[in-house]
Each structure stands twice: as C-alpha cells, then as structure tokens.
C-alpha cells in the first residue's frame, strides 16, 4: 500500500511537471509572438507616418513654385501651409495608440489633403502656373505619395489585424490580459481614399 501511495504522489508530480512545462512553453511562445506581431503593427505605422512626412516635405517646394506667380490667391496657398503645420505637429506613439489618436491623426491629414486638392483645382485657372516644371514635378511626386499612403495604410490595417485578433482569440487572451498587451485601432478609409487623386486632369 505504501508503494502505491509512493507512485501515485510520483505520478502526480511528475504530471503536475508536465503541465507545468506546458503552460510554461505556451505563455513564452505566446508572449513572444505577442511581442513580434506588436513590433509588425509599430513598424508599419512608422511607414504610414514616413509617407505622409514625405508629403508634408513636398510643400515648401510648392509654396517656392506657387509665390512666383504674383496673382495667385494668396488665401489658397496659407490654408495649404496652416494644414501642414497641424498635420505635422501631430504624433502617434504606436505602442499606446488609441481610436482617438488616429482620429486626430486622420482629421489633421485630411486636412491638409482638403486644402491641396483646392489649391490644385485653383491652379487649373493658371495655365501658366500649370505648365511650370516645378509645379509638374509636384504633382508626379504628390500622386506617388498618395498612392504610397493608401498602400502603407492597407498594411498597416492587416498587420493590426493580425495582432488583434492574436490576443483576442482564446486562450491567447487571457495571456494578453495578463501580460497587459492591447487592442491596436485601425485607420479609417476615407470617402475616395481606394482612388488617387487626378492631379494631371486637363
């Protein structure tokens, strides 16, 4: 009877030691891919902002190439540079980001592209303007960008999606309950947004 009641406690514990490991096994392999999908999510944002800086970088160049038109209205143009200002002073932190914080994020490019896509159509009331090299070249630079943004946003999407739904599924969440790891929020398509803009409309 004492050898049994000794290989049952063994067996126990030896069973205890397995699931144990298990566990142990299954919350590193969790925490680790909770932790390279989250710097998949964080690296594709940082690409969504380096192309909208990039489009940002495209204004002064602009500005330069719009001043030298005397008679172009002046307001058009300070509503482009009032845009960038604010889209650029905008940052995400993309390991704490929230709806909100894409929301401004968003609101503040939209706006500038709001105010771009005005000044552009004020330009077509310029032919010279329109003719001028450097303007020429802003646009070929302006709609590769925003081609860039749409991509880069699209992958971002799918990145986020896929660590979402990595510590929503069960068991994983409560794996990421515990070790504190958050939902990432998505960016919203615009109206408009799966088409490039067409700056070169006659």
């Known amino acids: 009877m004492k050898n049994k009641g000794c290989l049952s406690a063994g067996t126990i514990g030896i069973a205890l030691l397995i699931i144990l490991a298990v566990i142990f096994f299954w919350g590193k392999n969790g925490y680790n891919s909770f932790v390279t999908k989250e710097q998949n999510v964080n690296t594709k944002w940082s690409n969504v902002e380096t192309v909208y800086q990039k489009r940002a970088n495209l204004i002064p160049n602009l500005e330069r190439t ?3 038109y005397s008679k172009f209205e002046q307001e058009t143009l300070t509503k ?19 709806e909100q914080d894409i929301a401004r994020f968003q609101s503040a490019q939209g706006e500038l592209t709001g105010a771009l896509s005005r000044l ?16 020429i070249n802003f646009q070929r630079e302006y709609t590769a960008i925003e081609n ?7 992958y971002y999407n799918e990145a986020a999606q896929d660590y979402n739904t990595s510590i929503k599924t069960f068991p994983n969440n409560i794996l990421a309950n515990f070790t504190n790891f958050k939902e990432k929020p998505y960016f919203k398509a615009e109206a408009g947004a799966q088409k490039a803009p067409d700056v070169f409309s006659e």
């Open 66 to 68: 719009v001043k030298s």
């Open 80 to 98: 482009v540079i009032e845009a960038r200002s604010k889209a650029t002073s905008i940052n995400v932190d993309p390991s704490n980001m929230t």
């Open 120 to 135: 552009m159509a004020v330009v077509e009331q310029y032919p010279n303007l329109k003719a001028d090299q450097q303007y």
């Open 148 to 154: 860039s943004i749409r991509t880069e946003t699209v």
